[in-house]
């Protein structure tokens, strides 16, 4: 078993929806959470940061973290096709050794 | 201000030959890393360097060796490449081992 599951998708969503991408994971020792954004054929960019269970807000992206059930979401509010990427959650426990997902494919139709 | 460069973009190679990808930063970050992305795999981290000088491994270390001369350089060499390392190849920088890491632009190796 994986450390950290994502569904690869690809998700597919009309314009203006609301989207949701979650990752699950098994170590409980994991208490920084990331989730990165990359466009195709580009490098992830950092796109939400998180350090303890609850919601965190920036715009129209939410950053939710249950560490009760190892659940980790990013919400996306009012979807635009400029958010058509991938979105690799990501995990740390302290330290410089990062855990990532595999990867949600979006696509936001106009 | 260029953040991260990487050299080559990509790059076929015949099995068994020595390659080296290069990557700089000009963020004076003291970590750095090496990543490889597979399709349905995600970044695995290959080795780090939390400072120069110090090196340490990751998830997939076999076959690949890195160096930490200075704080801007971090090369990762493979030194007789086969097909299995047929990847994206992603070097990334942090600012200690704050969690927001920084990436490139990639390279793309193929082996033959």
């Known amino acids: 078993q994986k450390e950290v599951e994502q569904d690869p998708g690809p998700l597919s969503v009309p314009e203006g929806a609301i989207v949701s991408l979650n990752c699950t994971y098994s170590?409980?020792?994991?208490?920084?959470f990331m989730w990165y954004r990359q466009y195709s054929r580009k490098g992830p960019e950092l796109l939400m940061y998180t350090y303890s269970s609850g919601n965190k807000e920036d715009g129209r992206f939410t950053a939710q973290v249950d560490k009760s059930s190892k659940y980790i979401s990013l919400f996306i509010r009012d979807s635009q096709p400029s958010d058509s990427a991938t979105y690799l959650c990501a995990m740390n426990a302290g330290g410089f050794k990062t855990i990532f997902g595999a990867g949600t494919r979006l696509f936001v139709k106009a | 201000i260029a953040g991260i460069t990487q050299a080559p973009t990509s790059q076929i190679l015949a099995a068994g030959r020595r390659m080296t990808l290069r990557c700089t930063q000009d963020?004076?970050?003291?970590?750095m890393y090496w990543y490889r992305q597979d399709l349905g795999l995600g970044l695995r981290l290959i080795h780090y360097?939390?400072?120069?000088?110090?090196?340490g491994k990751g998830e997939v270390p076999d076959g690949y060796s890195v160096s930490r001369a200075n704080t801007d350089d971090f090369p990762l060499t493979l030194a007789s490449a086969v097909p299995s390392q047929t990847s994206v190849y992603f070097c990334?920088?942090?600012?200690?081992?704050?969690?927001?890491?920084?990436f490139g632009p990639g390279t793309r190796l193929t082996v033959l």
């Open positions: 990334a920088s942090s600012e200690g081992d704050k969690n927001e890491q920084f």
């Open positions: 360097s939390n400072t120069a000088g110090t090196t």
């Open positions: 963020m004076r970050h003291n970590a």
């Open positions: 170590n409980s020792a994991f208490q920084y």
